[in-house]
């Protein structure tokens, strides 16, 4: 698998490691309700299709990036900075 | 027998190799079947259930019988196809699977036992009594039935592994393969042309045609020619491709060595990963046996391998061969044999309406329903319309029309489709992306269909990247007649058929399990084994699924076949695994005291991937604990010196570098003063510990950080984490620096004085106290000097960059070593710091919270931080968790043993009444009995209580009485004095 690394370009999925569900990335405010941090640590969507994932290039430049991927055809149709994820908000 | 005239071997150099401790004597360019068949060897091997004296089927390597031991002693690689196998001066093979030589293989009793050896036989039969399965059913039946051993011994055998890069991938060198190759190297793109076998030329080597008017043999030579002087094609040969993965990825197996003795300079394989932009499977054709009854004699094989062995290696299989045929393509074998003089017995052909293509006797509508010949073919009987007859001959040459090899098409999930007209699965379109299936195996029949197929694949790839079309490239003028093709799967009669031969798997096992109900194509081939041989049923399987069809009076189509995965043929876990072993296995990383510390004689420990010393043997030591218990009485007493670079060490720069700290650890940083360090804990989101050390000011915006050796790569992708994805507002940068520096920890009251004689500046405790840090000057290099502990003692650490490391350690220990003290390894510094109870991985090993270890004044109320919301989840601050306490036997020399569990005096020692476990001890020549940490439910509050420590393991049971985790020097006066 090749994920296209905004910074170093297509690079074999071995330089990288996953974390889970981009959605990780949202994480809620030291003051939110209990079960809103039960759903954002443990409920997550196991979608069969596309889905988006925060993977980390540590072989690489150390960026970490959500990809955006198919867990069925296994094709990666995109990866972008989950800097710039989150600055667009 | 040989045919003079015919093949590619090369007469004038005569081969000779051992087999079953024989000598064979055959040609360079001979395989071990052919070379066996050119002696007039038919006898090559032993069935797998009924010991059932087997021949060669096929000259590929898809071979479910010819499998051979070859090599000696621990180098011997067993389940190697005969037909695959080129022949050396000196090669050793051996036939497997028997107990006596192999014409009187004593197990072949199985064979008279076959009406009990059906499908399921072991499961219904070998059930009771339970125990009997390990100790008596299972290794008898192991020995029994089988394939090659293995050596109990670890190969000597060194194979490679390499990447490659290309344009276009073209898998297979024959007459497809050859045309999308050169089409695409004419256009200008790079290609790795694989192919199995030695040469190039695929069918067409093996089948006496004509390429625009000349022999096809011919034809393959100019091509090659032309293919080499594009400058654009590497051409592997004896390199099959065996897996399609993702992106173009593609696994090869190159035999760069198995055709010649052994070497040391040369790997026996090597494994490819091949990444290619475009690819073009040209991978041909698998012949189809037909399961009519004892069609497994020696001499049996399929008409398209006569072929094969006739033009490719000058060997006819038989003196008087017969035919049985159900396509136009069978006949081909009789018009070649008789050209080359050999006598055809017959043309038994399954359909009527057939005009013979030669002068031989033609049997219409016939089919072959017995066979004669204990160890090969004598006789055959067969059928035609009402009349049964018999014919004398000793090579049965069958064809059941031909199988594409989709296999590479189905490795990413696709299902191959049915073609009802071709009688054929073809691969499903876009199976695989940038793959482009081409001549046989995508169902073209015919030479000039492969040959076209081959050019359109190779625009089809220079079109996806982006090329024209080449200029002058054109089609070659070859037959086009594909042939007519009857759909003959099995024959009924008396007597078994087989389907898979390497898997003993016959029709009867077959309708047995669609008649006990294992009807799903899946089920039927685990309850029966179909094509889960070596071969994993490349020749069978169509025919076993057919057959399974007709049982449950289904079609194909909805019947469905198994599942093809990678490998597409078996691959040597020694080639897959080249280089992971030994040191090979994953990198070792040294720190810069490592020559040092092996000089002196310390047997060196793995930490991750580090090495560090254990402990430092003295003279008249015997002993690693008498080793330590000086050590760390050398600490407490006057100065050691130990190596903490493998510790990660971590940069932290920016305006928010403070913020960012706060952020990660539950405890403040952004109010630590420059030029102090601070202990910091830091939790995952989970509110569990993560990792833990000491971070340091450096100035406003620079902070460097330690984590502990086990989690420093972890620590860094979770900074990481943290500043691009949690907080990007902070203006922070990161970076790793655990090997740009080496790192020594000074410890023990005499450390000042120590210190004082390398550092440019001396330190007193005023201008240097406990937790300070800051630049110093080490005999002119500038390095960083820290006053923490990590023994208790009065302590420091001192880095320098790395490249001077090596001498700094030495000098340190030098002068610890004037003092009366010198270095301390592993050992040492685990019991110094089980004395002061600090914590390490052990303690803190994922599932601990900062409630869990006393740790829960460390998180801060004033602000947020990783894992706070959940740290403070009602569940993970209850009093009853179990929790960080210290360990000491009541007797004097009572025993401790890191992972016994405890017990309340008197319990029984049960699962349900455990209260806790151990998790690090050790000897403690200061307090003079061992000691440990563990965790006991409502730890703390069992201060002072006796209770009972159980390791089941070790048979070990020790009354321990419950005390604080600090052993030693409680108030800590001695690190800060």
Known sequence: ?89 | MRVDGRGLIDRSQPVTFKFDGRSVTGYKGDTVASALLGKGVRLMARSFKYHRPRGVLTAGSEEPNALLEVGQGAAMTPNTRATVQEIYSGLTVQSQNRIGPLDRDLLSINDALWPFLSAGFYYKTFMWPRAFWEKLYEPVIRRAAGLGRITRDASPERHEKAFAFCDVLVIGGGPAGLMAALTAAKGGADVILAEETPELGGRLLSDGQEIDGTPAAYWVEDIVKELQATGRVRVMTRTTVTGAYDDGSYGALERVARHVAPADDLPPECFWRIRARQAVLAAGAHERPIAFPMNDRPGIMLAGAVRTYLNRYGVSPGRNVTIFATNDDAHRTAVELMDAGVKVAAVIDSRTGVTAKGDYRLIEGGQVIGTKGRQGLRQITYRAGSRTDTLITDCLAMSGGWNPAVHLTCHLGARPVWDADAKMFLPAPGAVPGLTPAGSCNGAMSTAACLSEGLEAGKAALAALGRPAPQGVSLPEAEDDPGRTQALWYVEGKGRAWLDFANDVTTKDVKLAAAEGYASVEHMKRYTTQGMAPDQGKSSNINALALLADSTGRGIPETGTTTYRPPFIPVTMGAMGAFAEGHGFAPERRTTSDAAARGRGAPMIEAGLWFRPSYFPAPGETTWREACDREVAMVRNAVGVVDVSTLGKIDIQGPDAGAFLDFVYTNMFSTLKVGRARYGLMLREDGHVMDDGTTARLGDHHYVMTTTTAAAGQVMAHLEFVAQGLRPDLDVRIISATEQWAQFSVAGPLSRELLNGVLDQPIDDESFPFMACGAVKVHGVTGRLFRISFSGEHAYEIAVPARYGDALYRDLVARAEALGGGAYGMEALNVLRIEKGFITHSEIHGRVTAHDIGMQRMLSQKKDFVGKAAAARPGLLEPGRERLVGLRPVEAEGRLTAGARLFKEGDPHKRVLDQGYVTSVGYSPTLGHMIGLGFLRHGPECEGQEIVMVDHLRKVKTRVQVVNPVFFDPDGGRARG
Request: hydrophobic fraction near 35%; charge should be negative.
């Open chain 1, 1 to 89: 698998m090749l994920i296209p690394c905004p910074l170093c370009g297509a690079r074999d999925s071995r330089e990288f490691t996953p974390k889970g569900h981009a959605s990780y990335l949202d994480r809620p405010a030291e003051d939110a309700p209990p079960q809103a941090w039960n759903d954002y640590l443990h409920l997550r969507e196991n979608p069969a299709g596309d889905t988006r994932e925060l993977w980390f290039h540590g072989a690489g430049c150390g960026a970490w990036l959500v990809v955006e991927r198919n867990t069925v055809s296994h094709a990666v149709t995109g990866a972008r900075l989950a800097r710039e994820v989150r600055d667009a908000g």
